[in-house]
């Protein structure tokens, strides 16, 4: 695949994130007018790891079907990580060019939705059965000369591709997942970008501090605490979630009605140089579970 068509879909998925998370404009905003410029760690999507019957056969909506698309990219899967109390699981992946390319790395995580409550677990599948799922691999396959084409028609992965669900499926499953609640309502929508502070060059915002200070004094409503720490490599903190206004369907009349709910954060992160043996240091450039799930947490409903 073509560097320039990953390159170029992530920009559209930008656009399209940054058009409903202002938090993300306005960090965009403040770096430029510090003289700074922007650039992009990493890129978090969400799905569910069970398997639906689709025209195109048996289909895993977990990590597995954005994750053949990664690959297409040319990404590799190399660092895993599990979240047991939560009944998540999540892989990153790089591009073995992002520093040439200047390509984000993507984190991308499921819900195992058999480890779920049975009654819970029922209604997610219900809800997400379906013939919507977009065959990406014969979109790739069909690939022609015209690649604006192919990237407008990759763009439309990254959606809900199932019905809206009944709203008290919401409500239910949220008690027990609000990691799920999010997925039946958003699919594949982008969870979040990343400001990537390393890359920001302006003395008035040397470090994630004085960023995250900067955004609030603009009142961008930032997470309390900046997880991590510089001896581990990576320290992380992000906005919370804006709320959007976002369709289910009525129980009693199948009508489509709207209700607020979690969308996306943005997020800033900072990366430090680790001892990777005696006498050599890297720049760390994978991630830390403990501040993943305290990310996780951002789009709970009433998140403060």
């Not at 009525?250 to 009605?257: C, G, K, Q, S």
């Amino acid at each position: 695949m073509k560097p320039e068509i990953t390159r170029n879909l992530w920009e559209l998925l930008w656009q399209e994130y940054s058009a409903r998370v202002s938090y993300a404009r306005t960090y965009e905003q403040m770096i430029t007018a510090a003289g700074g410029s922007i650039a992009n760690d990493h890129i978090a999507f969400r799905s569910l790891r069970t398997t639906v019957d689709s025209p195109h056969g048996k289909v895993n909506l977990g990590i597995d079907y954005l994750g053949q698309l990664a690959s297409a990219l040319g990404y590799e899967a190399v660092g895993e990580y599990t979240f047991s109390e939560t009944h998540l699981y999540a892989r990153h992946y790089r591009h073995p060019q992002q520093e040439e390319l200047d390509l984000p790395k993507l984190f991308i995580s499921e819900l195992i939705v058999d480890e779920l409550p049975e009654a819970i677990a029922q209604l997610i599948h219900q809800t997400v059965a379906g013939d919507n799922l977009l065959n990406y691999s014969a979109i790739l396959n069909a690939f022609d000369s015209n690649a604006q084409r192919l990237v407008k028609q990759l763009q439309k992965i990254f959606t809900r591709p199932w019905q809206p669900p009944k709203h008290s499926i919401v409500e239910k499953v949220n008690a027990v997942t609000q990691y799920g609640a999010w997925v039946l309502l958003h699919g594949y929508a982008v969870n979040h970008f990343t400001g990537y502070v390393n890359r920001q060059n302006t003395p008035q915002y040397p470090d994630i501090d004085t960023t995250a200070r900067g955004l609030a004094k603009l009142g961008v409503p930032m997470k309390a605490k900046i997880e991590g720490d510089i001896a581990i490599g990576l320290r992380q903190t992000a906005t919370e979630a804006v709320i959007e206004v976002i369709p289910v369907l009525d129980d009693i009349t199948n009508a489509e009605i709207q209700i607020p709910w979690t969308y996306a954060y943005y997020e800033i992160a900072q990366r430090y140089m680790i001892e990777v043996e005696p006498g050599k240091q890297e720049l760390f450039d994978a991630f830390l579970g403990k501040n993943a799930q305290e990310l996780f947490e951002i789009t709970r409903l009433g998140f403060a």
